[in-house]
């Protein structure tokens, strides 16, 4: 079953029924009814129970926060510092000078945070590709539901490695506050019809596929857009409806389900910008506040500056050449920052690249075929 959904089950009979007993549905209303302040009050108290939440599941232990340049793990960093909880470390990875882990450093500084940082090196990456730990945890993390995702398993590997730190920390991930605040509102005029909403969706999510979609896969996604529009309503329903669906497939199957990163490797996490109050909150926010993250981006700054007296300096990622700019677009396998294109064969990627194979050139797209070629065996074994 899927996220937020039951089955009922007849005394009699083989037929059953499923329901969902929770549907994030944002009201999108056109016109903001309340001052912003008056906004931003309900997110705080909203936001603070969610850390007491937290700090409740934490029990004392030590709270490994991933922190990035965005705003959902600052966020939670700066409530955790207001909460006055004692045991909190951060982490971070990528290149020294990139703008995500020189914001991660200056927040972690700001709130008086230890932050650990890992670098990822060609070599790492090469000798993960033909690790059978690393092929255990591929098979384990897509769940049957999405594509691999692998970024932070180097970092983790490291952390633990090193006894940096062990296994009894609560991992606390800012999944998936960008979505809930309006960083996915999909480009939809305020008229749009199901038809609209559904070309939308295969637009916006379905990008990478070279392949024409299937007629099944189109019948699939109708039924579920259609399913979602006949219970919905709304001055904006189009756009409702496909944050409706990106949350309940993209962010449930995609976003929340990369936790099992922690699983993998026997770690606790808890996501305290999913708890229900929290996201009740922003299914009441109007448009013109959740569009492009006004509402969010505007209280993490405020509450940024409350609590460290100052304004977080703006960062500039490093320059760097014209050649350099050229490769990381054009040449991933070559200038991917964090070297994760070296888990592909680059034999494989030449042939991706300049289309001579129907694959798209993405990390995603060599694991998944991979992994799926795994279960066609594991199934076809057990026949």
Not at 57 to 65: E, H, K, Q, S, W
Not at 69 to 82: E, V
Request: hydrophobic letters at 40%; one cysteine or more; proline letters at 4%.
């Amino acid at each position: 079953i899927e996220a937020a959904q039951y089955v009922n089950l007849p005394n009699t009979g083989p037929e059953f029924h499923c329901s969902y007993f929770s549907l994030f549905w944002p009201e999108n209303a056109a016109r903001v009814s309340l001052s912003e302040q008056a906004y931003l009050d309900w997110l705080d108290g909203a936001l603070t129970t969610a850390i007491c939440r937290l700090i409740q599941v934490a029990g004392g232990r030590t709270i490994l926060l991933p922190l990035s340049g965005g705003y959902d793990s600052r966020a939670i960093a700066i409530y955790l510092k207001k909460s006055g909880y004692p045991n909190i470390q951060c982490f971070t990875f990528g290149k020294a000078d990139s703008f995500e882990v020189q914001t991660a450093v200056m927040v972690a500084a700001a709130l008086g945070f230890k932050i650990h940082q890992v670098t990822y090196q060609i070599s790492d990456l090469t000798r993960l590709a033909n690790c059978s730990h690393f092929g255990r945890y591929k098979q384990q993390i897509h769940n049957l539901v999405s594509v691999p995702n692998v970024q932070v398993y180097p970092a983790l590997q490291n952390l633990l490695a090193q006894g940096v730190i062990d296994k009894d920390v609560l991992v606390v991930p800012g999944h998936t506050g960008d979505f809930v605040s309006g960083g996915h509102i999909p480009t939809l005029k305020a008229d749009a019809t199901l038809t609209d909403t559904v070309e939308g969706i295969f637009k916006r999510h379905y990008d990478l596929n070279r392949k024409p979609l299937s007629f099944a896969l189109r019948q699939k996604l109708n039924a579920q857009v259609s399913a979602m529009w006949s219970v919905g309503a709304g001055e904006n329903r189009a756009l409702s409806c496909a944050e409706a669906w990106n949350y309940r497939e993209r962010q449930a199957k995609f976003i929340v389900n990369s936790n099992r990163y922690y699983d993998f490797w026997q770690l606790d996490w808890w996501m305290p910008l999913w708890d229900w109050q929290f996201v009740e909150v922003w299914q009441r926010i109007p448009l013109p506040l959740r569009r492009n993250k006004k509402l969010w981006i505007n209280f993490v700054n405020q509450h940024y500056t409350d609590v460290t007296g100052s304004v977080l300096p703006k960062v500039e990622s490093a320059k760097i050449s014209a050649i350099a700019a050229f490769g990381r677009r054009y040449l991933p396998y070559f200038y991917d920052q964090n070297h994760l294109y070296r888990l592909l064969p680059l034999s494989w990627w030449l042939k991706a690249r300049f289309k001579l194979s129907a694959a798209a050139p993405s990390v995603f797209t060599y694991l998944t075929e991979r992994q799926i070629e795994q279960v066609e065996q594991i199934m076809s074994q057990r026949r």
